[in-house]
């Protein structure tokens, strides 16, 4: 999928200003002075009104709202396997941001028929793997399923069709070194939420002009080798980021597989993940059963037992 991320200005002395708002009211003026002085003060007014106007429209537009579904044209889609794809969508304009702070996720509704033929909305709870650093568009990575509302509804989107979507919500709000260490345990696509942290502590990093120096360590559970999804992106990341560490884990693992196998245990937990302590949390997304044994077993540990709902100051956050 390329990419179509735009740099914005982000001071009054950036190329874009200079090059589209300065250096052409400087030609309109001094052309104005050669040609017919006369003319001079009606090229200040004009010189005024065009900078002003290309300042407005070159600033970010954020686009999300919390109580009010708004639709969004699907413009891409990119197959990663039979029943997983990336489906990209427009933002209103170029300079436009979804406007999802790092650990949010937002509400995706559609009307869906139901088996007694009724049409009824759907709402389902979905992270995008893009962020704010991206301009013009959206991307979520779904997984469908033949029995799925919203998952099988996207699967059958053409080109061109909408979609409805709010936000932000949800507990989780990533600030820059929140913890010392994060531990992470993700199955299937609870990957979305943790990719989202992980990519915005390492942007953050002090070599990139930030000071983030919190540790991330993640388990990723799957079924299949196939299942692992944008495990090209992970493994560049960890190459990347000696901060961050990734232990794959697999139900049904190929031959010389040096992962972890099975289900996700608490002896996996404790070798893997950081030990309790107040500078650390744990961060859990994916399947409910999953979700549930994760509860279990970190609480078994000695972590602090998890709340029916999170909250941001938990030290087990379930998204």
Same mark, same amino acid.
Request: net charge positive.
């Given at each position: 999928?390329? !990419?179509?991320? +735009?740099?914005?200005?982000?001071?009054?002395?950036?190329?874009?200003?200079?090059?589209?708002?300065?250096?052409? !009211?400087?030609?309109? $003026?001094?052309?104005?002075?050669?040609?017919?002085?006369?003319?001079?003060?009606?090229?200040?007014? @004009?010189?005024?009104?065009?900078?002003?106007?290309? #300042?407005?429209?070159?600033? /970010? %537009?954020?686009?999300?709202?919390?109580?009010?579904? +708004?639709?969004?044209?699907?413009?891409?889609?990119?197959?990663?396997?039979?029943?997983?794809? #990336?489906?990209?969508?427009?933002?209103?304009?170029?300079?436009?941001? @979804?406007?999802?702070?790092?650990?949010?996720? *937002?509400?995706?509704?559609?009307?869906? /028929? +139901?088996?007694?033929?009724?049409?009824?909305?759907?709402?389902?709870?979905?992270?995008?793997?893009?962020?704010?650093?991206?301009?013009?568009?959206?991307? @979520?990575?779904? =997984?469908?399923?033949?029995?799925?509302?919203?998952?099988?509804?996207?699967?059958? *989107?053409?080109?061109? +069709?909408?979609?409805?979507? %709010?936000?932000?919500?949800?507990?989780?709000?990533? /600030?820059?070194?929140?913890?010392?260490?994060?531990? *992470?345990?993700?199955?299937?696509?609870?990957?979305?939420?943790?990719?989202?942290?992980?990519?915005?502590?390492?942007?953050?990093?002090?070599?990139?002009?930030?000071?983030?120096?919190?540790?991330?360590?993640?388990? &990723?559970?799957?079924?299949?080798?196939?299942?692992?999804? $944008?495990?090209?992106?992970?493994?560049?990341?960890? =190459?990347?980021?000696?901060?961050?560490?990734?232990?794959?884990?697999?139900?049904?693992?190929?031959?010389?597989?040096?992962?972890?196998?099975? &289900?996700?245990?608490?002896?996996?937990? %404790?070798?893997?993940?950081?030990?309790?302590?107040?500078?650390?949390?744990?961060?859990?997304?994916?399947?409910?059963?999953?979700?549930?044994? *994760?509860? %279990?077993?970190?609480?078994?540990?000695?972590?602090?037992?998890?709340?029916?709902?999170? =909250? $941001?100051?938990?030290?087990? &956050?379930? &998204?």
């Amino acid at each position: 999928m390329a !990419s179509h991320n +735009q740099v914005k200005p982000v001071s009054f002395l950036s190329p874009q200003y200079i090059n589209g708002v300065y250096i052409p !009211s400087g030609l309109l $003026l001094v052309g104005c002075a050669i040609v017919k002085v006369e003319w001079l003060p009606y090229a200040i007014v @004009l010189a005024l009104a065009l900078g002003t106007w290309k #300042i407005f429209v070159n600033q /970010t %537009k954020k686009v999300l709202k919390p109580d009010v579904f +708004q639709e969004f044209e699907l413009k891409e889609k990119t197959v990663l396997s039979h029943n997983v794809a #990336i489906y990209r969508f427009n933002l209103p304009t170029s300079n436009s941001i @979804l406007g999802l702070p790092i650990g949010q996720h *937002m509400s995706v509704a559609a009307n869906i /028929t +139901q088996p007694d033929g009724v049409v009824k909305e759907v709402v389902r709870s979905y992270t995008p793997i893009s962020s704010d650093e991206n301009y013009g568009y959206f991307d @979520l990575l779904i =997984k469908s399923y033949p029995t799925g509302n919203i998952s099988k509804h996207m699967a059958e *989107m053409k080109i061109g +069709q909408t979609l409805k979507v %709010k936000g932000p919500k949800g507990a989780m709000v990533y /600030t820059p070194n929140l913890v010392k260490r994060f531990g *992470m345990i993700a199955g299937g696509t609870g990957i979305t939420p943790m990719l989202q942290i992980i990519r915005a502590i390492i942007r953050g990093r002090p070599k990139n002009g930030g000071s983030d120096t919190t540790e991330v360590d993640l388990i &990723f559970a799957n079924v299949n080798p196939e299942d692992i999804l $944008l495990k090209e992106d992970l493994d560049a990341l960890v =190459k990347e980021d000696p901060g961050f560490r990734v232990h794959y884990v697999l139900n049904n693992p190929p031959e010389k597989w040096d992962g972890g196998v099975g &289900f996700v245990t608490p002896d996996m937990i %404790k070798s893997k993940l950081p030990p309790p302590a107040p500078d650390m949390k744990i961060l859990i997304c994916g399947p409910p059963p999953m979700v549930s044994a *994760m509860k %279990k077993a970190t609480d078994s540990l000695g972590y602090e037992k998890p709340r029916p709902v999170s =909250k $941001l100051a938990d030290q087990v &956050f379930c &998204f």
